[in-house]
């Protein structure tokens, strides 16, 4: 099981930037899929940003122009960069990695907050 630990959450003013930072153990360069999802209370669990070994990224519709997802394979890290922040990018975001035949890991979340 890959253990994962995000960092970088906090609170920000609408049009700020944060950069989310997820440690993976072992070689990221071995997984399949790394992403970043979010989630708010009462809804599910939705997809923000994909980066495949391969280097395919998929964005969510709202994602799309203002995040970027990118990783890191010395450093074994995953970062999601956000920019101009709305305040309804405020979730807990968690750090998602795939492998096949292993199948999912999840990190514990981290907090962000869009607010004037």
């Known amino acids: 099981q890959v253990q994962l630990v995000e960092s970088g959450g906090g609170l920000v003013q609408p049009g700020g930037s944060l950069r989310l930072s997820c440690a993976v153990s072992?070689?990221?360069?071995?997984?399949?899929?790394v992403g970043w999802y979010r989630q708010t209370p009462g809804k599910s669990r939705e997809m923000v940003a994909q980066l495949t070994r391969l280097g395919r990224v998929s964005y969510s519709d709202s994602a799309k122009g203002r995040f970027t997802i990118s990783r890191d394979n010395t450093e074994n890290t995953v970062h999601l960069q956000m920019n101009s922040l709305r305040p309804e990018d405020t979730a807990v975001y968690y750090c998602n990695t795939f492998t096949l035949g292993h199948g999912d890991s999840w990190g514990q979340g981290t907090q962000v907050t869009v607010s004037s």
């Open positions: 072992g070689s990221i360069s071995s997984l399949d899929i």
